[in-house]
C-alpha cells in the first residue's frame, strides 16, 4: 500500500510541473485575439500605425502642398509676348490719339469739306466714306453754324482693349472744349478706335462710343455724332 502512495505521490508531481510548463509557454504566445489593427506587425510596429501609412482617409486625407504665387524680380518683357514691337504700338496708340483729337477739333466757318479731308487721311477708303457723311451731313452742318460752334479736342489713351498682328482697338478719351452762342462747355467721352495696318503705317478703320463695345470687325465702321 505504502508502494502504491508513493506512486501516485510522484504521479502528481509530474502532472504539477506538466502545467506549470504548459502556463509558461501560454503566457509566451502572441496574443491572437481582440483587434485584428493592434496585432504586432514587422519589427514590432502596430499594424494600426501600417495602415495610416497607406492609407490616406486614416491620415485626414490632408491636402498636397500647392506653390505659392509670389512677386519676382526676375525680368519680365510683355512686348516680347504681343505680336508688335514697342515702337509698333507706341505709333498706333499715338495715331489713334492724333486722330481723336482732330475729330473733336472743327469749327462753324470752317468748309465741311476741309474738316472732311482733315479725317480722310487718318482713315481707310471705307471708313472715310461712312465719317464724312456723318461730318458733312446737312443737319450737323447747320446746327454747329446756328449756335457758331466752335470746338477744340484734345485726346488720351485710356487703354488697349484688343492687340493682333495686323490691327489693334484703342479706348481713347476725347475731350472738347467748346464755345458757341449757347455757352461754353467741356465735354468728354470714351471712344472704342480700331486701326489696321496698311503697309508701313496705320489707318483708322472704326470709332465707336467705348461702352458699345468694338472687335474691329469690317462689318462694324460707324461712327458716332460730332458736337
Known amino acids: 500500500m505504502a508502494e502504491e502512495g508513493n506512486r501516485r505521490g510522484v504521479v502528481f508531481a509530474v502532472l504539477v510541473a506538466m502545467l506549470a510548463l504548459v502556463g509558461v509557454y ?20 502596430s499594424r494600426t500605425v501600417l495602415e495610416a501609412q ?3 482617409e486614416a491620415q485626414g486625407n490632408p491636402e498636397p502642398p500647392r506653390p505659392a504665387a509670389t512677386a519676382s524680380n526676375a525680368p519680365f518683357d510683355v512686348y516680347s509676348y504681343l505680336p508688335m514691337t514697342k515702337q509698333e504700338l507706341a505709333a498706333s496708340a499715338d495715331y489713334a490719339r492724333r486722330f481723336t483729337a482732330d475729330y473733336g477739333t472743327y469749327s462753324y466757318d470752317e468748309e465741311p469739306a476741309d474738316y472732311g479731308d482733315r479725317l480722310r487721311g487718318y ?7 461712312v465719317l464724312l457723311r456723318i461730318v458733312t451731313s446737312p443737319g450737323t452742318v447747320e446746327k454747329n453754324a446756328a449756335d457758331q460752334v466752335v470746338s477744340v479736342g484734345t485726346a488720351k489713351v485710356k487703354e488697349i482693349r484688343q492687340i493682333q498682328k495686323t490691327s489693334v482697338v484703342f479706348v481713347v478719351t476725347g475731350t472738347q472744349t467748346v464755345t458757341a452762342k449757347s455757352g461754353t462747355r467741356q465735354q468728354t467721352a470714351d471712344y472704342a478706335v480700331t486701326l489696321v495696318a496698311v ?12 461702352d458699345s463695345g468694338q472687335d474691329g ?8 455724332e460730332v458736337g
Open 199 to 210: 503697309g508701313a503705317d496705320w489707318r483708322v478703320h472704326d470709332l465707336q462710343p467705348a
Open 123 to 129: 482713315t481707310t477708303a471705307e471708313f472715310a466714306e
Open 217 to 224: 470687325d469690317d462689318d462694324s465702321a460707324q461712327a458716332g
Open 54 to 56: 497607406g492609407n490616406p
Open 26 to 45: 501560454l503566457t509566451m504566445w502572441p496574443d491572437s485575439g481582440g483587434e485584428e489593427n493592434t496585432a504586432a506587425g514587422p519589427a514590432g510596429v
